[in-house]
């Protein structure tokens, strides 16, 4: 399994980006797409998952600025980050889980940088 992230860039604060992740196969094998964010010094940490039912969740520090979403159709997630600040620099890496095992599955990462 092979997932691609993609969408990152430089952008000022309040700036907005959407990230995309392109797996190989159907997304709707996975339990659960997530994408996680780790910045310099920092350990890696969630920022949102949805399920294969489409259920979501994220962490509170980006509640109300970023979504997560889904398009089956086109085996992505995206995340949609809105009034970026600039805590939100890291690299951010998507990852997909399939039960039972669990097998994880990861991708490369795209670098999210806010900067004035």
């Known amino acids: 399994v092979q997932l691609q992230a993609s969408g990152g860039g430089s952008v000022q604060p309040g700036g907005s980006l959407k990230l995309s992740c392109v797996a190989s196969?159907?997304?709707?094998?996975?339990?659960?797409m997530g994408w996680y964010r780790q910045a310099p010094g920092k350990q890696r940490e969630l920022v949102a998952i949805?399920?294969?039912?489409?259920?979501?969740n994220v962490v509170d520090s980006v509640k109300g600025r970023f979504t997560i979403s889904r398009d089956n159709a086109k085996n992505t997630v995206y995340l949609q980050m809105n009034s970026l600040k600039p805590e939100d620099t890291a690299l951010y890496s998507c990852?997909?889980?399939?039960?039972?095992?669990?097998?994880?599955?990861w991708g490369q990462g795209t670098l999210v940088t806010v900067s004035s």
């Open positions: 949805i399920s294969n039912m489409g259920s979501t």
């Open positions: 990852n997909a889980v399939r039960y039972p095992g669990p097998d994880s599955y």
């Open positions: 196969r159907r997304i709707s094998s996975f339990n659960i």
